[in-house]
C-alpha cells in the first residue's frame, strides 16, 4: 500500500509517534481508522476503494504537506521571535472574574476568551478537553454547546494530555450544523486543524478562533506520571507549573521540585519527544505560563487578525485585563522553547534510537526558528 494510510502507517504509527490527535480519524472519508486509549488503528484496507485517497496523511501533524502553506499565514505578522513564531502582541492577561481565577490558578485565560467569544455571538461554541481521572488516556472531550458561564467551573481545570481532538471538533460540527465553533488544545492540536483547513475539509469552514495552550510534553501514561510526582511528594492536581532548566522543575503551591530529565524522559510520548513546539505556532491566541509569571497571570500571545478582534474586544468589555509582559519573562519562554527544540533535534538525529524522523520536523525547524 503506498497511498495515504501507507505513508502514515510508515511514517507515523509504526515508529510510534503518533500522538492521537484524531485528525486523521476524522478526515477519513471511509472511517477507516480509529483512534482508541493508545493506538491509533487502521479499522480496514481502504486502498482498495481509495487508491489514490491522501489525505489522513495530510492532515497529521507530525508530516509535511501542506505545513509549509499553513505557516504561511503566520508569516505576515510583524514580529518573530525564536521559539515563539510569529506574532501580533505578546503581554501578561487574566480573567477579570475572580471566581475564574481562583479555580484556574493561571489567570483564566482561555475560559475568558471563550466566554466572551460565545457571549458575543463571535462563535456558537467553544470546545475543549477533560481527564475525569488518570486511566482517561486519549482524555475525553467535553463539549460546550454553548459554552455559558455557569458551565465554566468544570472545564477550568482541564488536562490536554493527548485526546482525538480533530475529531471532537468534527462532531461538534456536524452535530451542530452551523456552529462557528471556537477550539482550546496543544500545539500540535492547532497545526492539525490548519492543515485540515488547508486541505479544505468541509468543517474547517466553521473553525472559529484556535486557543494553544503551551506543551512541554505530555506522559505516556497519567498513571504512571502522577506515580513518579507522588514518590517526590507532588500531588499531580497541584501542579501549577512545569518548566524546563537543565532538570524538569515542578512548581506545587509555594515549592519547586527538581527533577532529573533522565526520570521523566522514559515516561513521555514518543511523538512529543520530536516536537519542537512549545507556544502553538499555529493558534490564533496562545496562552500559558513559564517561571516569573506571577501567580493569576498567563502569557498572552497574539497570532492572527482574528485573534487580535478576540483579544481586543474581551478587553473592552470587560473579560479580560493585561498589563506588559517583563522581559525576563520573554526571555525564559525562548528559554525553555528552545531547550525543547534542541531536545526534540537530539532525539530526531539520536540514529542509535532507529526513530525516522518525522516528516513534517525539517519544516517545522524553518517555521518556529
Ligand atoms: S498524530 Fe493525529 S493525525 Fe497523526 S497519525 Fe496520530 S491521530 Fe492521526
Ligand atoms: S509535546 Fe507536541 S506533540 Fe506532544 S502533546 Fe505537546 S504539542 Fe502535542
Known amino acids: 500500500m503506498v497511498n495515504g494510510y501507507g505513508n502514515l502507517k510508515h511514517e507515523i504509527v509504526d515508529p510510534d509517534l503518533c500522538t492521537l490527535c484524531g485528525a486523521c480519524e476524522s478526515a477519513c472519508p471511509v472511517n477507516a481508522i480509529g483512534i482508541t486509549a493508545d493506538r491509533n488503528h487502521h479499522l480496514f484496507d481502504c486502498s482498495e476503494n481509495f487508491d489514490s485517497c491522501s489525505i489522513c496523511h495530510e492532515v497529521c501533524p507530525h508530516t509535511s504537506p501542506n505545513l509549509e502553506e499553513a505557516f504561511k499565514e503566520f508569516s505576515s505578522a510583524p514580529y518573530s521571535l525564536p521559539g515563539i513564531g510569529h506574532f501580533t502582541s505578546i503581554k501578561t492577561a487574566r480573567s477579570n472574574f475572580e471566581d475564574i481565577r481562583h ?21 456558537d461554541a467553544a470546545v475543549s478537553s477533560e481527564a475525569k481521572n488518570l486511566d482517561d488516556m486519549p482524555t475525553p472531550l467535553k463539549f460546550k454547546i454553548p459554552m455559558v458561564t455557569d458551565y465554566l467551573p468544570s472545564m477550568l481545570k482541564v488536562e490536554f ?37 488547508l486541505f479544505g475539509h468541509k468543517s ?15 506522559p505516556q501514561s497519567r498513571r504512571n506520571f502522577s506515580s513518579l510526582l507522588s514518590a517526590k511528594g507532588i500531588q499531580l492536581d497541584a501542579v501549577d507549573e512545569i518548566n524546563l532548566d537543565d532538570s524538569i522543575k515542578v512548581k506545587s503551591d509555594i515549592n519547586v521540585h527538581d527533577i532529573p530529565l533522565s526520570e521523566l524522559w ?4 514518543e511523538g512529543c519527544k520530536t516536537c519542537m513546539d512549545f507556544t502553538g505556532a499555529f493558534s490564533d491566541i496562545s496562552v500559558g505560563r513559564v517561571e516569573g509569571i506571577s501567580r493569576d497571570w498567563s502569557i498572552l500571545i497574539v497570532r492572527t487578525k482574528q485573534g487580535e478582534e478576540l483579544v481586543n474586544r474581551a478587553e473592552r468589555e470587560g473579560y479580560l485585563e493585561s498589563a506588559n509582559l517583563p522581559h525576563a ?20 538525529y539520536e540514529v542509535k534510537r532507529g526513530i525516522l524522523a518525522p516528516s513534517a520536523f525539517e519544516i517545522m525547524e524553518r517555521c518556529i526558528p
Open 266 to 269: 522514559g515516561n513521555i510520548r
Open 329 to 348: 519573562v520573554e526571555e525564559e519562554i525562548q528559554a525553555i522553547a528552545g531547550r525543547k527544540k534542541a531536545l526534540a533535534k537530539q532525539e530526531v
Open 103 to 123: 479555580i484556574t490558578r493561571s489567570g483564566g485565560v482561555a475560559a475568558a476568551l471563550s466566554v466572551c467569544g460565545t457571549e458575543t455571538g463571535m462563535v
Open 204 to 218: 474547517s469552514e466553521q473553525l472559529g478562533f484556535l486557543i494553544s495552550r503551551f506543551c512541554l510534553w505530555n
Open 161 to 197: 494530555h493527548p485526546a482525538a481532538v480533530a475529531k471532537a471538533y468534527d462532531s461538534v460540527v456536524k452535530g451542530y450544523a452551523q456552529a462557528r465553533v471556537a477550539f482550546i488544545g496543544l500545539p500540535c492540536h492547532m497545526t492539525a486543524l490548519r492543515k485540515l483547513q
